[in-house]
């Protein structure tokens, strides 16, 4: 399955922004990405709409990761997900340029929540997405997977347009 994932540049540079800003305890910033989902021949493109940064109340103190989540924060983009019939992508940065790689952290611990997001839209598609300042990475889950897939490509529309192709 093609994945093809679009992203305006306003909204990348905010969500970039958002994931900028220092915490009080937490060493990085994390968020969700809720998106519209269009499939065709070619594939699924997934259209982001909206950030979802997650609350400083929502961060638990973690010294072993970057930033860790609370339950509220996964249940209230769990909640987003079921109430508007959207797409849930959680959104952090490694910083630097070039395409970032998810680290063990980022595999183990989406692993454990996003596939979760299928039981209140499983006709959705829901993943993760890691950005560094110039290009982004993400995985995908669908219902009946048995595991994650690659995105297949991100766009960025803006000007200039630019594409990240990863197959």
Do not use: C
Request: without cysteine; aromatic residues 10%.
């Amino acid at each position: 399955m093609r994945v093809r994932f679009k992203i305006t540049t306003g909204l990348l540079a905010s969500i970039r922004a958002d994931l900028g800003r220092p915490h009080a305890f937490a060493y990085e910033r994390v968020g969700f990405v809720s998106a519209a989902v269009a499939r065709s021949a070619w594939g699924v493109l997934i259209l982001a709409q909206e950030h979802h940064p997650v609350a400083d109340e929502d961060y638990l103190p973690d010294p072993s990761v970057g930033a860790m989540m609370g339950p509220e924060a996964i249940r209230k983009a769990m909640e987003l997900a079921f109430m508007k019939k959207v797409s849930i992508f959680h959104v952090h940065s490694h910083g630097g340029r070039g395409i970032p790689r998810f680290s063990g952290v980022d595999v183990r611990e989406s692993a454990k929540f996003v596939p979760d997001f299928l039981k209140v839209a499983p006709e959705m598609i829901h993943g993760s997405i890691v950005l560094s300042d110039d290009a982004a990475v993400g995985r995908f889950w669908v219902s009946g997977n048995s595991g994650p897939r690659d995105v297949s490509e991100f766009v960025e529309v803006g000007a200039p347009m630019r594409k990240w192709r990863y197959s």
